[in-house]
């Protein structure tokens, strides 16, 4: 062998290969792509992602088509609130949409009254949920900042309809909430992620 052609095979297996992951678009990850209110329909498996920085919220299938809304979070602050001084702010967390309840309190809980109950990573119960509220028009645009729940995801009579409709029909909703959402692609990977995580996790428990 040569010396150019020495030099030459040596340039080309010093050049690095890039490994695969799911970053590079593998077959079956989703693509985020918009979809209308009009447009949407409830498929099995709908997540949801919560922005707790920006106040948005995403409902989306396998394949990435989503379409988002607006959402009130927690205040920025302690409060007294049912018996007990805690961080106002929602959580950023893994969860499961596993139960719903009828509340009495039609102002905090809106005119239905829906709870849709968050479990903290599928199995915790806790006080979280997504609910309505029953001066809707007033928390959402009566002052310049949407931080004004008492930690649960509160949303418009709509969104909740929706909500409520797919969980009925799947039976649980996995939902992610994070402080920031910077890309919609790479935060819908790393929801799979957490999960497959998550399994194996209890795999390994099981031996």
């Given at each position: ?60 299938h ?14 920025k ?10 961080n ?5 967390w ?19 009254g829906?709870?849709?109950?968050l ?19 007033e928390?959402?645009y ?10 649960c ?31 919609l692609?790479t ?9 497959e ?10 031996y």
């Open positions: 062998m040569s010396t150019l052609t020495s030099t030459l095979l040596m340039l080309i297996l010093s050049v690095p290969i890039a490994p695969i992951a799911r970053e590079q678009g593998l077959p079956g990850d989703p693509v985020p792509l918009q979809i209308s209110r009009e447009n949407w329909s409830i498929e099995e498996d709908d997540k949801i992602l919560v922005d707790t920085k920006n106040n948005q919220g995403y409902i989306f396998k394949d990435g088509r989503y379409m988002n809304f607006d959402v009130v979070t927690g205040q602050r302690w409060v007294y609130y049912i018996g007990r001084s805690y106002a702010a929602t959580p950023n893994n969860w499961v949409a596993k139960s719903i309840h009828i509340k009495g309190d039609r102002l905090t809980f809106g005119p239905s829906r709870f849709l109950r479990y903290k990573d599928g199995t915790d119960h806790t006080a979280y949920g997504f609910h309505e509220y029953g001066n809707e028009k928390l959402f009566g002052m310049d900042t949407r931080f004004r729940s008492m930690g995801i509160v949303v418009r009579v709509p969104i909740m309809d929706l909500l409520v409709n797919t969980f009925e029909k799947n039976g649980s909703i996995e939902v992610t909430s994070q402080h920031g959402i910077y890309d692609r935060a819908m990977l790393a929801f799979e992620k957490d999960k995580d998550l399994e194996e996790s209890e795999q390994v428990a099981l």
